[in-house]
């Protein structure tokens, strides 16, 4: 007898729903925790929190420490996995941090992304807007172009072997100083045509947004989009996503959570038209005078433009937008609608031409479609 999780798993393994025949498809929504899964699996996709180096899985790791003959401080792969024990952000970036000195060649930073985008091909995301971390690389004297010309070169594969678009986010990490974000973006900026924006992640704590007022202009001045990290629960943190929307004008907030406990703040926000990317894995629960709320649900039920992501999922059990989605949907009970909604929400807020838009949005309508549900 199979295991209810041993089926889902099956379900979302499966092919694609929306690659079968009319017949074959379910012209119901899914009612039961199986075609659920089956449903999240074929939902075409867009993903934009998504932290390459984040992605980097301990097999890999190992990969590259052997290649660039570096040793690891972990016998096996399964001893490096148990040793991703992290409690709050700052014990978090540690590992993540520590994690990504293997990568040291313009070969590794295509494994890398090449890696990423054929995970999230298999799981149908159509696109992909990715983060990337240059200052950490730049400290080891790794050359930008090595960097940037890697995840470039994946990216072109991908889209002409995996039929994946995608762009790249160049991140300030907001815990150096800004005269060393600065030297990233100056090195970045003649590579201006293979980024698509900049953000800001990292430590927040004692280092808020307007610290890089003017990186962030100078960005712009040079045509690249503005988005910025808010972590939940983070000190000044509502304080921090106002300065991010009003002062810095950003265009996009990451994580954003606590929002939902400014009714003034979400005004702001849903006239703004401020697209959220939530990742339930690492950011899902805001806590509320001492409570935990669930800041997907609050945040969709207030009527923000939400999207669900996955973050660093190397790190947070190797769950990729499938996976993340499919658990998101249980802990904060999804209809079928509301899934298609985030997906939706993603489509319209990806920073690409209309015509690619219009091309996704019909994809997905298609598939609501197929599943007798409305877009
Ligand atoms: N770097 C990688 N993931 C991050 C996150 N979720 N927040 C801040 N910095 C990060
Ligand atoms: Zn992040």
Redesign the pocket.
């Known amino acids: 007898m199979h295991d209810r999780r041993q089926i889902i798993r099956a379900a979302i393994a499966a092919p694609l729903a929306c690659a079968l025949p009319g017949w074959a498809r379910a012209a119901t929504p899914p009612t039961d925790d199986v075609a659920m899964a089956r449903f999240i699996a074929g939902l075409p996709k867009a993903e934009f929190h998504v ?1 390459l180096e ?1 992605t980097l899985e301990a097999e890999m790791k190992f990969a590259l420490a052997k290649r660039n003959n570096l040793s690891l401080p972990y016998a096996d792969v399964e001893a490096m996995k148990r040793s991703y024990i992290y409690h709050d ?1 700052p014990s978090f ?1 540690k590992i ?1 941090y520590d994690g990504m000195q293997v990568l040291l060649t313009e070969q590794d930073f295509y494994d890398l992304a090449y890696g990423y985008l054929s995970k999230a091909a298999s799981q149908n995301v159509l696109y992909a807007e990715m983060f990337f971390d240059p200052q950490e690389h730049l400290k080891r004297g790794v050359p930008i172009e090595a960097v940037i010309g890697g995840i470039t070169r994946a990216r072109a594969d991908a889209a002409k072997t995996l039929g994946i678009q995608s762009q790249l986010i160049l991140c300030f990490m907001r815990d150096l100083s800004a005269a060393s974000a600065m030297e990233a973006l100056d090195a970045a900026l003649p590579y201006k045509d293979k980024l698509v924006g900049v953000g800001l ?2 430590d927040e704590k004692g280092n808020p947004p307007e610290k890089f007022a003017e990186h962030f202009a100078k960005a712009r001045a040079a045509g690249l989009h503005v988005t910025m ?1 808010c ?1 939940v629960n983070q000190e000044n943190t509502l304080g921090n996503i106002r300065t991010a929307l009003v002062d810095l004008k950003a265009e996009r907030i990451d994580h954003g959570g606590n929002i939902v406990q400014s009714p003034e703040l979400v005004a702001l926000a849903k006239s703004l038209g401020i697209p959220f990317t939530v ?1 339930p894995t ?1 950011s899902g629960k805001v806590m509320d005078d001492g409570q935990p709320i669930n800041a997907l649900r609050e945040m969709l039920d207030a009527g923000l433009k939400v999207s669900v992501n996955s ?2 999922p190397a790190y947070m059990g190797s769950e990729y937008i499938t996976e993340v989605l499919v658990r998101a949907q249980k802990d904060s009970a999804l209809t079928p609608a509301e899934l298609v909604r985030i997906e939706r929400n993603a489509f319209e807020t990806a920073w690409i031409p209309a015509e690619q838009r219009d091309g996704y949005l019909a994809r997905l309508d298609a598939y609501a479609q197929s599943w007798d549900l409305t877009a």
């Open positions: 932290h984040g952000l970036l993540y992640d990292s990290h972590d990742c690492f973050d660093d």
